[in-house]
């Protein structure tokens, strides 16, 4: 890879990262990026990649998965990541 190829990947990469975490930002009022650990934000990309939610807000919850710790908004529709990994649904 080039400089530039290198140069224009992370701009591809920070562009997305951007419309990541305003995804996340409208969809957790009351949250802050300040109080979101980068795992947080890992597992709920991961569960958006799986299964999107409507567009739109939500209210941030401090509920959290039994299992892996990660903020869930509804426990019930909740996958967990290590169970997902074992093959298990929560």
Do not use: N
């Amino acid at each position: 890879m080039t400089p530039e190829e290198h140069k224009a990947r992370h701009a591809t990469l920070f562009d997305a990262l951007d419309e990541l975490l305003a995804d996340f930002i409208r969809q957790h009022v009351g949250s802050t990026l300040s109080g979101t650990s980068a795992r947080d934000l890992y597992f709920w990309a991961f569960r958006q990649s799986q299964e999107p939610s409507e567009a739109g807000p939500t209210v941030h919850t401090t509920a959290v998965c039994a299992h892996c710790g990660c903020p869930v908004p509804d426990a019930g529709d909740h996958i967990c990541l290590p169970a997902r990994v074992a093959g298990a649904k929560r």
